[in-house]
Nanobody, 128 residues
Framework: DVQLQASGGGLVQSGGSLRLSCAISGFRNADLDDYAIGWFRQAPGKEREAVSCISRGIDTLQSPEYMKGRFTVSADNAKNMVYLQMGSLKPEDTAVYYC??????????????????WGKGTLVTVSS
């Protein structure tokens, strides 16, 4: 099975930046282009929500307005890594961030039910 591991979380001040990494492994006769990788987050007391999605090098998710221009997703196929660069962080960005995998272009709608594999999350805490 495909395995994912998110890392890079931590404590950052409001206005700061952080880069999260998602390491993907366990491919069988496949590579990163055979999957869409999505980032989701779950803040305390809130539902999990989609943050970003990348498939074959294309950022495919229509992110919420409050994320646009602050979060950028990218992939390094040679390393089987997907990154989420986050900037201008706000306290409301505090959440556990997860990466997950779906078939190509399978997370365009940001639906958790479309994701087939999930990694353990990494906690991002933004202080005011």
């Amino acid at each position: 099975d495909v395995q994912l591991q998110a890392s890079g979380g931590g404590l950052v001040q409001s206005g700061g930046s952080l880069r999260l990494s998602c390491a993907i492994s366990g491919f069988r006769n496949a590579d990163l282009d055979d999957y869409a990788i999505g980032w989701f987050r779950q803040a305390p007391g809130k539902e999990r929500e989609a943050v970003s999605c990348i498939s074959r090098g294309i950022d495919t998710l229509q992110s919420p307005e409050y994320m646009k221009g602050r979060f950028t997703v990218s992939a390094d196929n040679a390393k089987n890594m997907v990154y989420l660069q986050m900037g201008s962080l706000k306290p409301e960005d505090t959440a556990v961030y997860y990466c997950a995998a779906a078939p190509p272009f399978g997370c365009d709608y940001g639906l958790q039910s479309d994701m087939e594999y999930w990694g353990k999350g990494t906690l991002v805490t933004v202080s005011s």
